[in-house]
């Protein structure tokens, strides 16, 4: 980065001792707009001094009148920029030096320093306005930002943030952009990616075979996705299938064409007004979804709204939806002017394509058009996904707008390397006391994704500058991340990694993410995780701390009548549930319906459930949901993970849980043990009378809800503990975690979940990194 020439006034000379500070000031500084701030500041109280960014801090000194040094480090702390996040300002005196004037100057490589970056941040409002307005220099252009928005983490290949170490690089400035980047009035003041139509990016649209159209790229696309085509577009963090929402049979095309027969699409509208006539949006929502991160939000349909096509999220209850958050979406939302279907340029279960070359390949044949771009793309990033529960956000998938946001676990110095689990995968880098959990990676099944999961991961540890001095894993001998685990450890002589029981790493990451220590009761309901004692676990009540737990109940263990196909055909589930209640006939209930299992099936699936040798024993509450789905004809199958759990929860949507009912649930033994068949025997009994199958759904709701806060009042009356922490992907279903939390607190007991990671497995590198550095930590000090 070049000096800037330009410099604040000199100081005002008053009776007040003069002095020259110097601040260290940590955090999310660099990429906010954090200098050209500083030197506004110190401008407007008459200090002379620099400031430049290093590898892991801003640097500021500052000479003035004591009492005015003072105001600036006040004003500095209380109302840094919008995107900033100070985690600390180290402040000491320095001798002075006389110098008049403020400047930026050029940034510092300190060598084993770090620094958090930005995450991407959504268009301003003053930039959206300078695009619509046609008297202006950037009207309609598609990477128009300033300090206050824009690329930041998918652009930056090192640090300090500087446009040389961005993707930024090879497009240097006209001097129009130049005089703004040099001036301290203009709110493009150093901001790196300033660009402009004279000396910018190039967008411009392509056909199938990735030869250019000639015309305007955004009009020609827009066209095309009115025409009922599917268009791939270049974002942020890497490419974007988008169709017509409103349109049924283009919906249907790109399903067909994606390999993605029923799990819902994310839908982007063109403002906050387009979201309300589709969806119930509360204050908390409009917030979120006008914020700087912009997620796909998950929220609930209005019943007067019939715009979109059912095709984009069929039988669920709500809708994803989100806000334009580049320059380009908000220009081809305005010029579509209607809703458009926005997911991942993938096919399904591959990670998203990145670059154009990559994406005319892997997309050609999903595609009709493809809006491409010259900006490359530094980190691959998907949107992240998130829905108010319980009155707070809390991530469903954590990727652009949150990444790489550290979480800061006070205390915990130890340099650790976690890497997960197999299904959702994250990976998460403990450094300083900052946990770095990287981006949604998705499942570790596919070669593409395995090298996605390798490209992010050395990137965070090169921006980092990492070194980790221990590597922890899941308990699962068979996961692909174990594996990776056990090869990293190996290459950097670190011995044998950390393996943290998957479960006990779920509560974890919620004591990571409330800065909890010491024991408390932890509940992890989810669909697998390998138990210690080698058995599939999944409906587990845990007294645990940051480093080690114990087993302290479960839901009865059922047979899983073909393993991991249970989560697909959760009919087996059904089965398995009925021969353990002594329901189960050798053919299949009528009430299942006409798309349930057929009779030769169904008798093999029973008599394997009835042997206590063929198939292994599960606790796991995913499971539970799957029979239960089944059971009431909701869905007997499913294209998707949890599909059949979402479609349950939709059901149950509306019905106050409270007056719905329970169903009876046994407790006893050590460690406690919770007996479903009670509910399963009355559920089935209700069903025969003719009971709606909603009411069901909702009392199922209740009944688990009730047995959550049952069990854990039972434990902490044994234990004396009194803070709860839920976590794992069943507790992503809204209604259950809501009237879970409602029924703790109102038992006496505090109450914890998820919020910043998912509580489903892209938590779990963060629990991990916590329960290998405690443990660490725990064996240093009996060594010392």
Known sequence: MQT?????????????????????????????????????????????????????????????????????????????????????????????????????????????EYQPVSPDAAT??????????????????????????????????????????????????????????????????????????????????????????????????????????????????????????????????????????????????TDLAAAQELCVVGGAEAAILEGSARPVLLLRRRADSSAIAGEVAPRVAGLGLMLPYTPLHHLLLREVGRPLVMTSGNVTEEPIAKDNGEALERLRGIADRFLLHDRGIAARYDDSVSRVVAGEERLVRRARGHCPLPAPLAGVHTEVLALGAHLKNTFCVLRGGDAFVGPHIGDLDHPLTLRHQEESLSGCLRLLGARPEVVACDLHPDYASTALAERRAAEWSLGEPVRVQHHHAHVASVMAEHGLRGRLLGVAFDGVGHGTDGGIWGGEFLVCDEAHFHRAGHLLAVRQPGGDLCAREGWRMAAAYLCAAGLAGETPPPWL????????????????????????????????????????????????????????????????????????????????????????????????????AALLAARFHETVAQLVAGACRRLAADSGLGRVALSGGVFQNAVLLERSVSLLRDSGLEVYANRMVPANDGGISLGQALVAASRTRAAAGVAG
């Open 4 to 112: 800037s020439s330009v410099q604040a006034t000199s100081p005002a000379r008053g009776a007040s001792a003069h002095v020259r500070r110097r601040l260290r000031v940590r955090g999310v500084v660099q990429g906010v707009g954090f200098r050209p701030f500083v030197w506004e500041l110190a401008h407007r109280h008459g200090l002379a001094g620099t400031v430049c960014n290093t590898s892991g801090s801003v640097l500021i000194e500052v000479e003035g009148a004591a009492s005015v040094v003072a105001a600036f480090a006040a004003e500095l702390r209380a109302h840094p920029p919008r995107l900033a996040r100070i985690t600390a300002v180290e402040d000491s005196e320095v001798a002075l030096r006389g110098e008049d004037g403020f400047r930026i100057v050029e940034s510092l490589t300190v060598e084993g």
């Open 124 to 269: 301003c409002v003053e930039c959206l306005a300078e695009i619509l307005d046609p008297a202006q220099r950037r009207h309609r252009y598609p990477f128009t930002n300033c300090t206050a928005c824009g690329p930041r983490f998918t652009i930056i290949e090192g640090l300090p943030y500087d446009r040389p170490r961005t993707t930024m690089r090879d497009f240097p400035m006209c001097d129009a952009c130049r005089a703004e980047y040099d001036d301290p009035a203009d709110r493009r003041f150093h901001a790196q990616p300033v660009a402009c139509a004279d000396c910018g990016p190039r967008l411009w649209l392509a056909g199938a075979n990735g030869a250019e159209v000639e015309g305007d790229a955004i009009s020609l696309a827009a066209a095309a996705l009115c025409a009922g085509e599917v268009v791939a577009l270049k974002g942020l963090g890497g490419f974007q299938l988008a169709c017509d929402a409103t349109d049924a049979a283009a919906v249907a095309r790109l399903r067909e064409r994606k390999r993605r027969p029923a799990k819902p699409f994310a839908v982007m509208v």
């Open 593 to 692: 319906g006409e798309d349930g299992p057929d009779a030769r099936r169904w008798r093999l699936v029973v008599r394997v459930a009835a042997s206590p040798t063929a198939a292994p024993l599960s606790t796991s509450a995913g499971r539970l949901f799957d029979a239960v789905a089944s059971l009431l004809g909701v869905a007997h199958h499913s294209s998707f993970e949890a599909e059949a759990a979402m479609r349950l929860e939709a059901l149950a949507t509306g019905i106050d849980p409270a007056s719905a009912g329970a169903y009876p649930v046994g407790m006893e033994g050590e460690p406690l043990r919770v007996d479903t068949l009670g509910l399963i025997r009355a559920l089935v009994a209700d069903r025969l009378a003719g009971v709606p």
